[in-house]
């Protein structure tokens, strides 16, 4: 018979009172850390798959019109860290928001009932707080210091695969490249990209297997995929990916 040691005895005690799945001993650690003050940059070679943890808030823009590339837009706004947005409809030089959009009070698209567009993701700037409202209970906020916007679908769920949703997306099971959103209940949000094409249980569960995870509660949405993932990171810019991409909705850390 195997011995654990006695502090994980009572972790895995811990996560099966508490409803939580018991975590793999095994778990994946990054091939690669960078470290950008309080932010970590984490980078699995398995999937392509670059994780930027954020400490303190991001902003997400949305450039209709005339949208210049994703590099020069992060320059200009001295972002250290900028990925590509949600999902957009007509061109991406001539765009709307797909789903419910507003910033710091101003409204720019109305909510769309939609199988993929399971979620709200909310930044409450005032307490700096991000969080995931399904579709079916959200109320769209009346304040000027957040900013909502509709995604999905939501792929992680307090640490179990959200199956249903992903099944019912329209691209959930195919294989493309990925880009998500992702909170723990410390209240760190993770910006993800994956280069490498893959379903999104298969994403969901390897996230699940990850270190950087471990003893926390994660919840993790999506945001968009395929040709429109991009990331870029202002000092370590072999990392950068598509990042000369003209997309006309970002989310960028300053």
């Known amino acids: ?15 099966l009172l508490s409803g939580q799945p018991a975590l793999s001993q095994n ?7 960078y470290h950008d003050g309080l932010n970590e940059i984490s980078v699995y070679d398995d999937l392509g798959m670059t994780i ?35 999902y957009f409809d007509n061109s991406a030089l001539h765009a709307g928001h797909s789903g419910w959009l ?3 009070g101003k409204t720019y698209s109305p909510l769309r009932p939609d199988v993929q567009l399971t979620h709200v993701a909310r930044f409450d700037s005032a307490s700096m707080k991000t ?26 769920d307090s640490n179990k695969v959200a199956l249903s949703l ?22 760190v949000v993770y910006l993800i990209t994956v280069k490498n094409r893959v379903s999104l249980d298969s994403l969901a569960n390897y ?17 968009d ?15 950068n990916y598509n990042e000369s991409a003209r997309l006309p909705m970002l989310i960028g850390v300053k």
């Open 166 to 187: 992903i099944q019912h997306s329209v691209n959930g099971s195919g294989r493309y490249k990925r880009t998500l959103m992702a909170v723990t209940d410390n209240s």
């Open 27 to 33: 778990l994946i650690p990054p091939n690669k850390i």
């Open 207 to 223: 996230l699940l297997s990850l270190s950087i995870f471990a003893s926390h509660r994660l919840d993790v949405v999506n945001l």
């Open 102 to 104: 507003r910033i710091y």
């Open 52 to 86: 930027v943890s954020v400490h303190d808030g991001f902003e997400f823009l949305f450039v209709p019109d005339d949208v210049d590339a994703l590099e020069s837009i992060a320059r200009a706004k001295h972002y250290r860290f900028v990925i590509n947005g949600s």
């Open 225 to 239: 995929g395929g040709s429109s993932v991009a990331l870029y990171v202002q000092h370590h810019p072999e990392l």
């Open 1 to 15: 018979m195997k011995r654990i040691a006695l502090g994980t005895f009572f972790f895995l005690l811990f996560q």
């Open 131 to 156: 969080s995931f409202i399904n579709m079916d209970g959200f109320a769209p906020g009346t304040d000027d210091h957040s900013i909502e916007f509709q995604t999905g679908p939501l792929i992680i």
